[in-house]
């Protein structure tokens, strides 16, 4: 299975723009990403999917690249409430799992 | 609307003892995946379930069964628990495969004394 690679945490303050870069070279054709956003002790939450270029919904936008080996999360004016960690996935349209790395811990400080 | 629902919330067991664990998938969803997450660790496939048959397996332990009943509701059965599987417990569901979003319940904590 292709692997995702995000940074392990990122930094930000209230009101800015949060982007999360994740890194999945070996991505196959039929491969979706997908981000979740998982608080403590809480289920994982979808935030967004796509398979290329842009999509947006109303919490996030997910921007891929012609080559789809790399996938941004952004996150417009972040609050104390986007305190989380965000996992990027590879969800492949035949499979029946999605396979967790290790997701970026986004703090968001006052 | 309505989403995945897991039972018990919390659940408290000795070593060596049995657990189950129920899952409700969202309405007219025919996919379910559970997956374990201990402290401080990132969630782990254990096993899932399309239209009542295995699909995928993960990293379950042979001490762990699990399957998906014909109004798509799933057990996840632990026997002869170890104090190791102390995690949280989720279950997710779906329509149909991969592609498809998967909606996560809020877990059921499992603690092992």
């Known amino acids: 299975l292709a692997k995702t690679t995000q940074p392990i945490s990122m930094d930000s303050y209230e009101g800015q723009e949060v982007n999360i870069t994740c890194s999945h070279n070996n991505i196959a054709t039929n491969d979706y990403i997908t981000w979740y956003q998982q608080f403590p002790s809480q289920g994982p939450r979808f935030i967004i999917q796509?398979?290329?270029t842009k999509v947006t919904n109303e919490v996030a936008s997910l921007f891929i690249p012609a080559d789809r080996k790399s996938s941004t999360l952004s996150l417009p004016r972040v609050s104390l409430s986007d305190t989380a960690v965000y996992y990027c996935?590879?969800?492949?349209?035949?499979?029946?799992?999605?396979?967790f790395g290790s997701g970026t811990r986004l703090l968001v400080r006052p | 609307a309505a989403g995945v629902i897991q039972s018990p919330r919390h659940l408290i067991k000795e070593k060596r003892e049995t657990a189950t664990l129920k899952c409700y998938p969202i309405p007219r969803h025919d996919t379910v995946y559970w997956y374990q997450q201990g402290p401080g660790q990132d969630p782990q496939f254990l096993i899932s379930?399309?239209?009542?048959?295995?699909?995928d397996k993960g990293s379950i332990p042979d001490r762990f069964s699990a399957q998906q009943f014909s109004d798509y509701h799933s057990e996840l059965n632990m026997s002869s628990l170890e104090l190791g599987d102390s995690a949280l417990y989720f279950c997710?569901?779906?329509?149909?495969?991969?592609?498809?979003?998967?909606?996560f319940g809020e877990g059921s904590w499992l603690t092992v004394v």
């Open positions: 379930f399309y239209e009542k048959m295995q699909s």
């Open positions: 796509g398979y290329k």
């Open positions: 996935l590879l969800d492949v349209d035949s499979s029946y799992k999605l396979i």
């Open positions: 997710a569901s779906s329509l149909g495969q991969g592609g498809n979003t998967i909606y």
